[in-house]
């Protein structure tokens, strides 16, 4: 896979994983369905799990690439909010624009 490849592939992952916890009613999104409905802090932790399963496949496709860059904080804070940016839309509609029938 070419560097290119790697890094749109883990673009679209962290989309994905930002707004699975949003779009889905299911614990760790594979999980038993919660009833009656997941409070926002396990929203959130799902997210933090999330994050840092998109970043060991962003490791271990940028260890495929070549040799592994050092990062220092500001790398995963920079991630991080990213990573919530990328929430957005899932957040939009569980919150805003979905209503209860």
């Not at 919660?34 to 409070?39: E, F, H, I, L, W």
């Not at 060991?56 to 495929?64: F, Q």
């Not at 220092?72 to 839309?89: D, G, K, M, S, V």
Request: charged residues 15%; proline residues 6%.
């Amino acid at each position: 896979m070419s560097a290119t490849a790697s890094i749109w592939l883990v673009i679209v992952l962290a989309a994905l994983g930002a707004n699975l916890p949003f779009l889905s009613q299911r614990w760790l999104v594979v999980g038993p369905r919660a009833v009656p409905a997941k409070p926002m802090a396990v929203r959130l932790a799902e997210m933090v799990v999330l994050y840092f399963v998109v970043g060991g496949v962003a490791l271990l496709l940028e260890r495929r690439v070549g040799q592994i860059a050092p990062q220092q904080w500001e790398f995963y804070a920079i991630t991080a909010t990213l990573f919530i940016t990328l929430a957005f839309p899932g957040f939009i509609y569980r919150y805003l624009l979905r209503r209860k029938a």
